[in-house]
C-alpha cells in the first residue's frame, strides 16, 4: 500500500519561487509519479509527471517554469517551481500509479491529502 504526503506549499509573490515535497511510503520505484493541482470549482488538473527512469512531461502552462524530480532512494517526489503566477494558485496533490502516464485523475491509484499554493 502506498502513502503519499505533500509538503513545501505556501503563500509567495508572483515572479517567485516554491519546492514541494511528496513523501511517499511503501514501494513506489516503479510508479508513475505526478503532480496534479485544482482549484475549488474546478476539475483537478494535472501539472507534471515523471517515470521511474526520470522521463518527465509537463503541461503547457508550466513548461519551462516547473520541474518535476523523483529521489527513489528516499521515495520523494518534488515539484520545483520558479516564476510563479497568481494563476498557479490552487491546491497541489502529489499521486502515482503503476500504469498511468497521463493527465487523467482517474488512472491514478495513490493520492496525498494537498498542499496549498497562493500566489499573489
Known amino acids: 500500500h502506498v502513502q503519499l504526503v505533500e509538503s513545501g506549499g505556501g503563500a509567495v509573490e508572483a515572479g517567485g519561487s516554491l519546492t514541494l515535497s511528496c513523501a511517499a511510503s511503501?514501494?513506489?520505484?516503479?510508479?508513475?509519479m505526478a503532480w496534479f493541482r485544482q482549484t475549488p470549482g474546478s476539475e483537478r488538473e494535472g501539472v507534471a509527471v515523471?517515470?521511474?527512469?526520470?522521463?518527465?512531461m509537463y503541461v503547457d502552462p508550466v513548461e519551462g517554469r516547473f520541474t518535476i524530480s523523483r529521489d527513489n532512494v528516499k521515495n520523494t517526489l518534488f515539484l520545483q517551481m520558479t516564476n510563479l503566477k497568481p494563476d498557479d494558485t490552487a491546491m497541489y496533490y502529489c499521486?502515482?500509479?503503476?500504469?498511468?502516464?497521463?493527465?487523467?485523475?482517474?488512472?491514478?491509484?495513490?493520492w496525498g491529502q494537498g498542499t496549498q499554493v497562493t500566489v499573489s
Open positions: 515523471v517515470a521511474s527512469d526520470g522521463f518527465a
Open positions: 511503501g514501494f513506489t520505484r516503479n510508479l508513475y
Open positions: 499521486a502515482a500509479d503503476r500504469f498511468s502516464a497521463g493527465w487523467n485523475k482517474y488512472d491514478y491509484n495513490y
